[in-house]
């Protein structure tokens, strides 16, 4: 699987919307790009998934590039309770399959 | 309530003891899968299982061991324990046609103490 690069941290105010950057410049045509958080040692928490194409859901839209070799995860109105390490994942699946977290990004929501 | 169970939430142990730690997967989720997060290593994928049977395996050690029941239950078992075991253990299912490109939820976690 493709490996990711991830802010360590990041900041936003309550209210504003959190914008966070993963780059997987050596991802692969069938590896999909997954959004998972943590907060506080509970069991991470899937928001949202994607192949190529933006996806919106209740929780946060997912903007890849053309290229796909980054995209963004964006939170439209944080909230204190979404202060948490967020894990950009890429996954091709197939029999060898694993989902490998790395250290993800800490957001930080000020109030 | 992401509908995984994990039983116990909090296990302290000695050196060199053996622990089982209990899984029940979403309703219809057939495949299993164990991840072993500590404060140095981050969230590591142990194993995954899928209707019974192994389907993938990660940085799992030999003294570790899992397997998935006729129930669709999984239990991992911790052997000759050490110290660097201690570590929150998730567990995580998803439908399991697709691995990899399923959503997997994840239960609450069971913390283990090694003494």
């Known amino acids: 699987d493709a490996k990711t690069t991830q802010p360590t941290s990041m900041d936003c105010a309550e209210g504003r919307a959190a914008n966070l950057p993963c780059n997987h410049s050596?991802?692969?045509?069938?590896?999909?790009v997954y959004w998972y958080r943590q907060i506080h040692s509970q069991g991470p928490q899937y928001i949202i998934h994607?192949?190529?194409n933006n996806e919106t859901n209740e929780m946060a839209s997912l903007i890849i590039t053309e290229d796909r070799k980054s995209s963004t995860l964006i939170l439209p109105h944080a909230t204190l309770r979404d202060t948490a390490v967020y894990y950009c994942?890429?996954?091709?699946?197939?029999?060898?399959?694993?989902?490998?977290f790395g250290k993800g990004t800490l957001l930080t929501v000020n109030p | 309530d992401s509908g995984v169970t994990q039983t116990p939430k909090h296990l302290i142990t000695a050196t060199g003891q053996r622990v089982t730690l209990r899984c029940s997967p979403r309703?219809?989720?057939?495949?299993v899968y164990w991840y072993q997060q500590s404060l140095d290593q981050g969230l590591q994928f142990l194993i995954q299982?899928?209707?019974?049977?192994?389907?993938a395996k990660g940085n799992i050690l030999e003294r570790f061991s899992a397997q998935q029941f006729p129930d669709l239950h999984s239990e991992l078992n911790l052997s000759s324990l050490e110290l660097g075991d201690s570590a929150l253990y998730f567990c995580?299912?998803?439908?399991?046609?697709?691995?990899?490109?399923?959503?997997?939820?994840f239960g609450p976690g069971t913390r283990l103490l090694v003494l």
């Open positions: 995580a299912s998803s439908g399991g046609t697709n691995p990899g490109r399923e959503t997997q939820y």
């Open positions: 050596t991802i692969s045509g069938n590896e999909y």
């Open positions: 994607g192949l190529k």
């Open positions: 994942i890429v996954s091709s699946g197939g029999s060898n399959y694993k989902l490998t």
């Open positions: 309703s219809g989720d057939l495949s």
């Open positions: 299982y899928y209707n019974g049977e192994e389907r």
